[in-house]
Every structure is written in structure tokens, then in C-alpha cells.
């Protein structure tokens, strides 16, 4: 299951952009490192990249700069890393980044806390997608941010998403590195898969909002 | 950062110096640094072996260093000889002598003078060479400008600007033998290439000056020169 390359080239003719440009958005960061696949061509190397993430990523990049955002800001914003900020709970609820239903869900494992820190937002946000999404039970949400919040540490650095397995109404969550292909039991059911720094970019859309 | 409780430390003749915070770290004898290093200053003037990684304000190598770990600093001056075996992250890198770099470097400014070697990929908003260097990776800057004096590599070259000349013979050396630029490919918005051998060169304004060996060119805008260019092919505006 690969996903659709587009080539460099027809990268730069589809969007209208310059090699200088995708050089320089190469060095802010802007564009992940291990989107730029190399592949070999009858004229050589040549790179190419996911079509679909890359399309997008181009277009957001494009409509920031539209609005004069500095290419370090687009850097940070589209970035999986985590924010410095802790942020107040009734904040959040109020500017409706995550929503009342997945917030009970963090205070029931963390009673009392009313600061979160990013991991801990994240993990209520993935939840809230997979409550909102019909994907998931409440337990199961429940599942994924325990597991968020565990191996938090381990996918940081790393492109993760969080899979939700079910398999005769037992259910499970895992973290897997994004590129990695999923092979499960004919009987069990991979029920959701939420791409972790693409929720983060969400996340941190609404939080500027 | 406090420079009242960084103390400063000489090494004239031979001795150690543990990791740890510092100020002024100068190294003129024979040295070890054990453990990582956060100094505003290291020199080394003689011969030092820095087994952890180094955090600095400058850092200059006048003498033979050996880093193990990676090196971080606002700018790292190598006149003398440095093997740095983990990567560089440097707002000005400058090479007078000879450095060899194994892993990737992220500069500001990156000025060869020297001979360097970098295993692993270049990203810099200038780079600047006159000297003699080879890239294993992709060399990305904003602008790069390289004047041949002697075999020159990159595995690929990318930027806004790039600019490769001849460099203009001084009165009493006589050029290393042999004097080309060859990287696989080159891409960029406008280019000028001189002594070049490349596989596939593509940008919008692109000219190709004397001694050049390419195999494809690709541009959207314009093409100058030729000779010595293979095939050459327009394609839309994109650029």
C-alpha cells in the first residue's frame, strides 16, 4: 500500500514554484526530511515525493506566505514538534480546540488537573477525533490516550500514528512509525489510524486560531 | 550564561580536561577533553582530542583537533587540521586548513578556503568555496558560489544562486591537477557553470560558461552557452 509519488518536476510545474524555493523551504524544515524520496529514473536519481501530503503542504506553505507569515512561523506550525506552552483546561474548552467529552476523559485519569501540558493535549485530541469520528468507544479513547501519554517519549521524535485494533469487541491501541504497513489477523479489525504529526498540525491550527 | 562561575582553563604542556561549563578553554600543548564540553571559548592551538560533543561560542582550531561528538557554535575557525567524526551546526564555519567532517553540517555561512570533506548533507543560507571540497550528501544553500582551484564534488547541488568559475591562477602556485566541479545533479533558479561535469543541471536561467561536460539541461526560462552540454530541453514555466 503506497502511497502516489509525484516528481519533483511536475511538483514545480503543478504549483508554479522554483528549485530555489523548494531548496530553501528544504532548509527551514518546512518540509520533512523523509518525504524526499529518491528513486532511480532512465535520466538518473531523481526525487520524488508523496502526492498527496506534498500537495497539501505546498498549498498551506503557499497561503501562509499569502498572508506574510515568516518562513521560520510556517516552520514551526507545520512541524510535529511539540510546544514550549502549558495550556488552562477551561481555555481549551472555551476556544473549543478539544472538545468537553474528551477533556472528562483526560480528568478521569488525571483528576484535578487543570494545566496540560502539549503531550497531554495531543492525547485528549486524538481521543476527541476518534469519539467525534464514531471510530471509537469510550474506553477505547481512553486506551489511546494512556498510550499517547506512555509513548509519547518514543514517537516525539519520530513520525507515529496511533492505531486502534478490535477484535471480537476487545479492543487495543498501539503506536506504529508512520511508514510501517500493518498486517493484522483476518478476525481483528484496525479500526482507526490517526497520523500523529498530522493531528499535531491540526492541533496547533486551532490552538492559533 | 554566567561567565563568573565558568572557569577558565590552559593546557600548555600535556594534561586532561574533564567535560563541564567553562569559559575560556585553551588547549596549546597536548590535550584531552573527557565528556562533553559547554565553553564560551575552546581553542586549540596544539594537539586536542574532544571525546564528548561541544557546545561554543567560538570555536577555533589553529592546531589538530579531533572531535567525537558533534560540534555547536556560533562560529568554528579551522586554520590548522580538524576531524570532527559526529556533524557541525555552526553559524560561520570557515576553513582555511584542512577539516574533515563526518556527519551532516547546518551553517549560516559555510567559507572554504581549504581542503574539507563532509560525509553527510550541507544546508546554508551562503556557502562560499575557493578551496578544495568534497560533499557526500546534497549541498542546499541559498547561495553558492565556488571558485575551482582543484577537484570539487557534491553528490547534488541545490540553491537559489549557484555560481561555479574558474578561480584565477595565483603567480607562484600552480593549480592541483585537476580542476572541475562534478556532482550528479544541479538545480537551482539561475545558474552559471564553468569546469563543471554534471549528469543533470535544471533551472530557469541557466548558463553554461567554458569546460563544462553535461549531460541534460533543463530550463524554463533561458539557456546561454552550450558547449559541452549533451541535450538540452526546454520545459514550461515553472520557475
Not at chain 1, 118 to 141: I, Q, W, Y
Not at chain 1, 166 to 178: D, E, F, I, P
Not at chain 1, 179 to 190: I, N
Not at chain 2, 143 to 164: L, N, P, Q
Amino acid at each position: 500500500m503506497e502511497a502516489e509519488l509525484i516528481s519533483k518536476k511536475d511538483l514545480l510545474l503543478a504549483k508554479g514554484i522554483s528549485y530555489g524555493q523548494l531548496y530553501r523551504w528544504k532548509r527551514k524544515g518546512l518540509i520533512p526530511e523523509d518525504w524526499f524520496v529518491r528513486k532511480s529514473t532512465f535520466t538518473g536519481q531523481e526525487t520524488f515525493f508523496p502526492k498527496d501530503k506534498m500537495l497539501a503542504r505546498v498549498d498551506r506553505i503557499l497561503s501562509m506566505k499569502d498572508e506574510d507569515i515568516s518562513l521560520d512561523d510556517i516552520a514551526e506550525a507545520v512541524s510535529p514538534a511539540p510546544l514550549p506552552d502549558t495550556f488552562q483546561r477551561d481555555d481549551i474548552l472555551a476556544r473549543g480546540v478539544v472538545s468537553a467529552a474528551a477533556l472528562d476523559l483526560f480528568a478521569e485519569r488525571h483528576p484535578g488537573v487543570s494545566e496540560l501540558r502539549f503531550a497531554e493535549l495531543l492525547a485528549a485530541s486524538v481521543a476527541d477525533t476518534l469519539l467525534t469520528s464514531g471510530d471509537a468507544g469510550r474506553d477505547e479513547a481512553l486506551a489511546a490516550i494512556a498510550t499517547l501519554e506512555e509513548g509519547w517519549m518514543a514517537c516525539e521524535k519520530t513520525n507515529c500514528d496511533l492505531v486502534l485494533l478490535r477484535k471480537m469487541g476487545v479492543s487495543t491501541a498501539l503506536l506504529v512509525s508512520t511508514a510501517s504497513e500493518l498486517v493484522v489477523e483476518g478476525s481483528a479489525k484496525v479500526v482507526a489510524r490517526v497520523t500523529i504529526p498530522t493531528q499535531i498540525e491540526q492541533l496547533k491550527t486551532l490552538l492559533k486560531a | 550564561m554566567e561567565a563568573t562561575n565558568r572557569p577558565n582553563t590552559k593546557i600548555a604542556g600535556a594534561g586532561d580536561v574533564s567535560g563541564g561549563m567553562y569559559g575560556e578553554v585553551v588547549i596549546a600543548g597536548a590535550g584531552t577533553v573527557r565528556g562533553d564540553l559547554d565553553a564560551t571559548t575552546l581553542k586549540i592551538a596544539g594537539t586536542a582530542d574532544v571525546q564528548g560533543k561541544v557546545v561554543a561560542t567560538t570555536v577555533k582550531v589553529s592546531g589538530n583537533g579531533t572531535f567525537y561528538g558533534d560540534v555547536q557554535a556560533n562560529e568554528f575557525i579551522v586554520s590548522g587540521n580538524a576531524d570532527v567524526r559526529g556533524g557541525v551546526g555552526a553559524g560561520f564555519l570557515k576553513v582555511a586548513g584542512a577539516c574533515t567532517i563526518t556527519g551532516s553540517v547546518n551553517a549560516q555561512q559555510l567559507k572554504i578556503a581549504g581542503t574539507t570533506k563532509i560525509g553527510g548533507d550541507v544546508q546554508a543560507e551562503v556557502f562560499d568555496a575557493s578551496g578544495v571540497f568534497s560533499v557526500g550528501g546534497l549541498l542546499n544553500a541559498g547561495t553558492v558560489t565556488i571558485k575551482v582551484y582543484g577537484g570539487c564534488d557534491a553528490h547534488d547541488i541545490g540553491g537559489e544562486t549557484i555560481d561555479v568559475r574558474l578561480g584565477k591562477p595565483w603567480a607562484f602556485l600552480p593549480f592541483f591537477g585537476d580542476r572541475n566541479l562534478t556532482a550528479d545533479t544541479i538545480e537551482g533558479d539561475t545558474i552559471y557553470l564553468e569546469n563543471t561535469r554534471a549528469k543533470v543541471v535544471r533551472g530557469a536561467n541557466v548558463t553554461i560558461g567554458t569546460d563544462c561536460s553535461i549531460d541534460l539541461v533543463e530550463y524554463s526560462t533561458s539557456l546561454t552557452g552550450g558547449a559541452g552540454v549533451v541535450a538540452s530541453r526546454r520545459i514550461a514555466a515553472g520557475a
